[in-house]
């Protein structure tokens, strides 16, 4: 039985609440507050789109002289028909997918989560999307953001229907334009790139945008001191980066960081060059998954270097178990570089951090501990990370399964941060796997589309930007 009267009972508690001190609570007591609000407005968003689909099926606008749900709620909740639009759908949603409701009314998830579970429903098949959900979907929407969840989608949908990566590549090679008009005191750049311009443009601008010291400084410590700080904002190091790029040959000299070229990077798995059941597709770093078009298309003038892996680690942070390649010097080699994106993924190795311009870090440092430059002892930090591990405020040590253990340090205390986001990816990765085994398995090899080769040899071609990873499990 419903009872209404709980409404008003909610009402009056919620302002009690309003009515506390807060200007009195303490740190903890601020967060812990923050916390439980949001839990509430995520609850409250939920049962919002639940009643609005309600609506929809029981026509309960009517009774207030409104032609539809949508009109209803401009007028009495003074919603937009965007807004309104996107409860009604996450209603659907919550209904079609009852776990997915479920999350939301507890207050695990968010609607913006609950929004990229119904673009999902449009792409990929009901099934198959529930399945996914039940079993790797909705615990990584519970822990991380809906961008996250989108990209987890986003693969989803292309295992499910591989052809639609190469199609996407052939569309943006058609809507190719780049405009410079003159707007006031300078100029506007506008238009649309097709994956591979587009990949090579954010890749120069990540590296040749970063932050920059005016003085030299240590390989293992902060890469500037106060004095000698980069102090432009973002936007003029983006611009400055595009002066540069115009200003310099690209092939003999971009900006780049300690001996690395900005590069596009591909990253392949050998079972996926031997057409085996399962294999995970080509990704373009920067982008994402890419067809066998594609690939041919970057692979034939690409630099490929060939990094040997096995499996993956099983400690807190699961990486990629790279084969060492390190030798006994301060600086890292490029092959050493290369395997350490590989490792990683191309993000900072920090739970949590997902930059990815990356510095590398003697996990024993080369002069205080006498550390090695051997891939065992070197970890991926974004700047900001670097300098924490170094200000003493983050802790970073190899546990025994071959990965990283970040710890909180604050005083005392060394807590362990476990990596939530790379332990929902790896699981991502091991679902999809299976799916694609089941799919390919309907198949013979024969059949299976070929893959162009790379032009020359395989271990060493070098040609442009592009570096192609091909990775050995």
Not at 77 to 96: D, H, I, N
């Amino acid at each position: 039985m419903f009872d209404s009267s709980r409404y008003a009972a909610l009402n009056e508690a919620f302002d009690a609440v309003v009515e506390m001190p807060h200007e009195f609570a303490d740190t903890m007591q601020t967060r812990a507050a923050l916390r439980t609000l949001q839990a509430m407005s995520d609850r409250a968003e939920g049962l919002r789109a639940r009643l609005l689909r309600q609506m929809d099926e029981t026509g309960a606008y009517a009774d207030d002289g409104a032609s539809s749900t949508l009109s209803w709620a401009r007028r009495e909740l003074r919603l937009s028909a965007a807004s309104t639009a996107r409860l009604r759908a996450a209603g659907r949603t919550m209904q079609v997918l009852p776990g997915v409701g479920e999350a939301m009314l507890a207050g695990e998830i968010r609607l913006d989560h609950v929004a990229q579970f119904t673009g999902g429903l449009r792409r990929v098949d009901t099934a198959v999307l529930a399945d996914a959900t039940q079993q790797i979907l909705l615990p990584l929407a519970k822990q991380a953001a809906p961008s996250d969840l989108a990209v987890a989608i986003d693969r989803l949908d292309e295992v499910t229907h591989p052809s639609k990566v190469d199609e996407a590549w052939r569309r943006g090679m058609d809507r190719r334009d780049v405009q410079v008009t003159r707007a006031g005191d300078g100029y506007h750049l506008a238009g649309f790139v097709d994956i591979v311009l587009g990949a090579k443009l954010a890749s120069f601008l990540v590296a040749a945008s970063a932050p920059r010291s005016t003085g030299p400084g240590e390989a293992d410590g902060p890469a500037g001191s106060a004095s000698c700080a980069d102090e432009r904002p973002a936007s003029q190091r983006r611009t400055d980066a595009l002066h540069e790029l115009l200003d310099t040959a690209i092939a003999d000299g971009i900006p780049g960081d300690k001996g690395v070229r900005p590069q596009l990077h591909v990253t392949v798995e050998a079972e996926w060059l031997s057409h085996q059941p399962g294999s995970a597709p080509p990704t373009l770093q920067g982008y994402g998954v890419i067809g066998p078009d594609l690939y041919g298309y970057l692979a034939c003038e690409g630099d490929h270097t060939t990094v040997l892996t096995h499996g993956t680690t099983s400690g807190r942070t699961p990486y990629a178990a790279v084969l060492n390649v390190g030798r006994t010097r301060r600086l890292a080699t490029r092959a050493q570089r290369v395997a350490v994106r590989v490792q990683q993924d191309g993000h900072c190795a920090s739970p949590g951090c997902s930059h990815t311009n990356l510095e590398l870090h003697h996990v024993s440092w080369w002069e205080r501990d006498g550390g090695r430059t051997d891939l065992v002892n070197l970890v991926g930090l974004c700047r900001a990370c670097h300098l924490a591990v170094h200000a003493g405020r983050l802790g970073v040590e190899r546990d025994e399964a071959g990965g990283f253990v970040f710890r909180r340090v604050h005083g005392p205390s060394r807590r362990a941060i476990e990596d939530r986001d790379r332990i929902h990816r790896r699981r991502f990765r091991d679902y999809l796997h299976a799916l694609g085994v089941a799919r390919d398995g309907a198949f013979e090899p024969a059949s299976r589309q070929q893959v162009t080769a790379p032009c020359g040899s395989l271990e060493r071609h070098r040609a442009g930007m592009v570096d192609v990873s091909i990775t050995k499990r």
